[in-house]
């Protein structure tokens, strides 16, 4: 009985650990159109969606404020790559997980392009 509940203990532990994937990894691959980004399409979104939570307001994570057109700009210096960091670094963006290769693609896509308001 005991052997029992200490393997119902580790299954329970074991399937409520969490990982961190790629979407596109474990469900395959959709296109990934990289042809026409913009900001108002594309970029804002996602950064809205991933990004905003912790990135605006008057303090900011990291002190960058990613809530508008021109502050984005601002932080274009660097590869935006780099705001999608390797696992196991303890300040990989979003703490939600990687970045999608789609998203990847589209803001080098934009950056490439002159990061286009529009």
């Known amino acids: 009985m005991?052997?029992?509940r200490?393997?119902?203990?580790?299954?329970?532990l074991s399937l409520g650990s969490c990982y961190y994937d790629h979407a596109d990894e474990l469900y395959g691959s959709t296109p990934c159109d990289v042809s026409s980004v913009t900001w108002t399409v594309d970029i804002q979104p996602m950064l809205q969606a991933q990004c905003v939570s912790c990135h605006s307001g008057a303090s900011p994570s990291g002190g960058k404020d990613l809530s508008t057109y021109a502050n984005v700009k601002l932080y274009l210096g660097g590869a935006v790559s780099r705001m999608n960091k390797p696992l196991g670094d303890p300040l990989i963006m979003p703490p939600s997980g990687p970045l999608a290769t789609c998203i990847l693609n589209k803001?080098?896509?934009?950056?490439?392009?002159?990061?286009?308001?529009?």
């Open 107 to 118: 803001l080098d896509a934009w950056v490439a392009a002159g990061a286009l308001e529009n």
């Open 2 to 4: 005991n052997a029992l």
């Open 6 to 12: 200490i393997l119902a203990l580790i299954l329970t």
